[in-house]
């Protein structure tokens, strides 16, 4: 078995790997890198592959996958969460970058056709691979992916979170053994802050804001991060007016639709009781005239209603502007968090609302990436990747270093054997 570097190797973005063994190709993960002029990884004929693996919906790992689609041969096989949120966050990239894109909307439609959708820990054939999905703990529908052929066996972490959530499972630590890993990076250099104390600061903070006359804005990802700070005002026994706008309602309803992949699926369902769905322009208007929380996309305030929010809330002393993702450099939030300056009517002002950061991260930080590792039994080869230069190579020298393994930050376009 081999595995050839497509993309997402010392960068974060657009993340492909081809694995071959004898005849059979498969690809794992086909991602885009989500710019102006979006960036896509090495091209593979369609014809060529027998079947495509999905480890989560986020575009930087499904953005390109429509492409594999122009014909009939490929198989598309995903969690049944990751399917309905691919097409979505998919169909969305189109209407936004259509232009830039070599896939147009009849290709997802032809995508769709092709998906195959298996659960955690239920193995399933692509011609001479055996395939086997772990829960992540990273987004909903999220997985690790085992691909045994011969008598190699790989692991894929995708996207890994080893801290339980209110939405979440934590990461699974029952990978079995591997004879190569293929691990993320993101946060291999910095570890993250206790989460019960991330969502505690976060229910202080929104306390203060509402109990003060302000109204707090969350702008927050549709998939997993909306949905969890919902959660945790309603763990915490928050009192005031909660409200939900843009894809985060249509997420709401496929977790609905899917809840065994949720930790409590109960406590998701009680959450949504008393959270307001906002539709429509009249009710975001009437929603912020009162002390409140308005949960909404996007999360880097680069698109969606957090916009509209944003430009009405920024300038009122009493208001808050929670920060919960990470922001890129030159997207607005981050301008929000480096300079406390935003657009209003395409113009820079400096906010008078009070602007805060909560790392509620879905990445595994140092730590528990270390701990993700040192689980997995055999003696494996690691490759770093999915992580900023620095991340990966340190990832790797770590790795060599603690685990006395053979580690490496690959580049794109090298071949490894399992």
């Known amino acids: 078995m081999q595995v050839k570097v497509l993309g997402a190797a010392r960068q974060v973005g657009r993340s492909a790997f081809l694995v071959s063994h004898g005849s059979s190709n498969i690809i794992l993960d086909y991602g885009a890198l989500t710019t102006r002029e979006p960036g896509f990884p090495m091209h593979v004929q369609p014809k060529t592959v027998d079947g495509l693996i999905l480890s989560h919906a986020h575009l930087d790992h499904s953005g390109a996958t429509p492409v594999m689609f122009l014909g009939d041969n490929v198989k598309l096989h995903c969690t049944p969460v990751t399917a309905e949120l691919s ?6 990239f189109i209407k936004i970058s259509g232009p830039y894109l070599p896939f147009e909307f009849i290709d997802l439609m032809a995508m769709n056709r092709h998906t195959v959708n298996h659960r955690y820990k239920e193995s399933f054939q692509v011609k001479d691979f055996t395939v086997t999905f772990y829960d992540a703990g990273h987004i909903p529908g999220s997985c690790v992916i085992a691909v045994e052929a011969g008598n190699r066996r790989l692991l894929y972490t995708g996207d890994i979170n080893g801290s339980e959530t209110g939405l979440l499972n934590s990461s699974s630590r029952e990978l079995g053994e591997a004879n ?16 019960v104390q991330v969502e505690r600061d976060f229910f202080d903070y929104a306390n203060m804001i509402v109990e003060r006359g302000g109204v707090l804005l969350a702008p927050a990802f549709s998939v997993g991060r909306a949905q969890e700070l919902a959660m945790t005002l309603h763990k915490h026994g928050f009192k005031h007016p909660v409200a939900m706008d843009g894809m985060a309602l249509k997420v709401n309803e496929v977790l609905i639709r899917n809840q065994e992949f949720l930790r409590d699926p109960a406590e ?3 959450t949504l009781e008393h959270v307001e769905r906002i539709t429509g322009w009249n009710q975001r208007r009437n929603f912020i005239k009162n002390p409140g929380v308005i949960i909404a996309p996007a999360g880097m305030l680069v698109g969606g209603t957090s916009i509209f929010y944003n430009e009405r809330l920024a300038m009122g002393e009493k208001n808050g502007v929670a920060i919960v993702s990470f922001q890129v450099p030159g997207t607005p939030g981050r301008t929000l968090i480096d300079k406390g300056m935003t657009l209003i009517a395409g113009k820079p002002v400096k906010v008078r609302a009070e602007v805060r950061r909560f790392d509620f991260s879905s990445h595994s930080g140092k730590a528990e990436l270390h701990g993700d590792l040192r689980a997995i ?3 494996p080869k690691f490759m770093a990747v999915h992580g900023e230069e620095e991340s990966c190579l340190q990832l790797a020298q770590d790795i060599h270093t603690e685990l006395g393994a053979e580690a490496l930050a690959p580049r794109v376009g090298e071949v490894y054997d399992v």
């Open 180 to 195: 190569m890993v293929i691990t993320e990076s993101t946060y291999a250099t910095a570890d993250h802050p206790a989460r």
């Open 268 to 270: 998701f369902r009680r």
């Open 87 to 92: 097409n979505m966050l998919i169909e969305d």
């Open 377 to 379: 039994k055999g003696s």
